[in-house]
């Protein structure tokens, strides 16, 4: 490393030390290809190596649940099989497409988890600011506006 710069062994340039993701065990702190050599490799393998693409996906899940919401697979796949599958308030049965895939529902207050929803039921709370009054209200002018 020169001068905040390090050469990737991928591309062969030398590139600012910013360009290269944080590795902890280095004697650098960071890894040893530039961020565009590894999207590069990361890219070519999900889509030409068999089981990339899903192991990829299975990781990333892993990952997204433990940091937002500390929250295990298995944890998740609790919750999924106690409420059967379905979306916690419109009862909708989980799919395989990514609209019908299940959203992890929490209060923003506490981050306490409160069930898994479908997209719409998700986005509806946070629409609603996950303010019960603005639901009572929605709900009495629905009724009222039939």
Partial sequence: MIDNKKRCPGCKELKDITEFVTAINTTTGKAARCKECINSVRKDRYHNEPGFKENFHKQRKK????????????????????????????????????????????????????????????????????????????????????
């Fill in 63 to 146: 990952s997204r649940l433990k940091l937002d919401y500390d929250m295990s697979v298995d944890d998740f796949e609790l919750i999924l099989k106690f409420q059967q599958n379905r979306c916690k308030i419109c009862k909708m049965e989980f799919g395989s497409t990514n609209k019908k895939s299940p959203r992890v529902d929490h209060c923003h207050k506490t981050g306490t988890i409160r069930g898994l929803l479908c997209a719409n039921c998700n986005l509806g709370l946070g629409n609603f600011k996950d303010n019960v009054n603005f639901l009572h209200e929605a709900i009495t002018y629905l009724k009222d506006n039939k």
